[in-house]
């Protein structure tokens, strides 16, 4: 798995293949496929352990922010968008890898093992879970809009300042987007639109 994750950096994930695995390890093609069933099941391994590292180091983060002290909701959010520069920081290999292989198009390989994909899946719930967490802490509602300001700032955002290229995450653009967060946190998600207080005709002025 440390083998596949590192060609996949190195060369790109087309380069991840049984063979060249088996070259580079000395582990027999067959043991591979016996461990992993296809090469889409070790690739979705190899994500999956990258992306519950990355998972663990955002949910305690976001956790050591909203304890410390005079802390917010707000920090707590700009922690979780914080993440990502702290994994590549922290584990540089994991984070390349998660920028460069897809899971969807994992997801999609006809050879995947089931509970490989199941495990996939499981990965988007436990961000789907914070995401909502954090849009109540914020807001306290969790409704459509609301968790989509939040994914702006979690997910968006760190992708366009963070995460583009080969660049590794420097202070200052760990900054701009820590003043990026607090911005669109500024701005409220719309109220939401009570049954009781439209009419047949629409909602009332």
Not at 129 to 148: H, K, N, P, Q, Y
Not at 161 to 186: H, I, W
Request: glycine share 4%; proline share 5%; with cysteine.
């Amino acid at each position: 798995m440390d083998a596949a994750e590192q060609l996949a950096v190195e060369s790109g994930p087309a380069a991840v293949t049984v063979r060249s695995l088996s070259e580079l390890t000395s582990v027999s093609n067959g043991a591979i496929y016996h461990a992993f069933g296809s090469r889409a099941g070790l690739m979705g391994r190899v994500w999956v352990r990258a992306a519950r590292a990355f998972l663990a180091l955002q949910t305690n983060a976001v956790a050591a922010a909203f304890n410390s002290e005079n802390a917010s909701a707000v920090d707590a959010v700009v922690a979780a968008a914080d993440a990502p520069a702290q994994f590549l920081l922290d584990s540089p290999r994991s984070g390349r890898f998660l920028l460069v292989a897809s899971r969807n198009e994992l997801l999609g390989s006809a050879d995947i093992p089931a509970e490989v994909a199941d495990d996939l899946r499981s990965l988007d719930t436990s961000v789907t879970d914070m995401l909502i967490r954090l849009s109540e802490m914020t807001w306290g509602r969790a409704d459509r809009e609301a968790v989509a300001i939040i994914k702006d700032c979690v997910v968006e955002l760190p992708s366009a300042l963070l995460l583009r290229g080969e660049r590794t995450p420097d202070p200052l653009v760990r900054e701009r987007l820590a003043y990026a967060v607090r911005a669109v946190l500024k701005v409220p998600p719309p109220e939401r639109v009570s049954l009781s207080t439209e009419s047949n005709d629409g909602p009332k002025e």
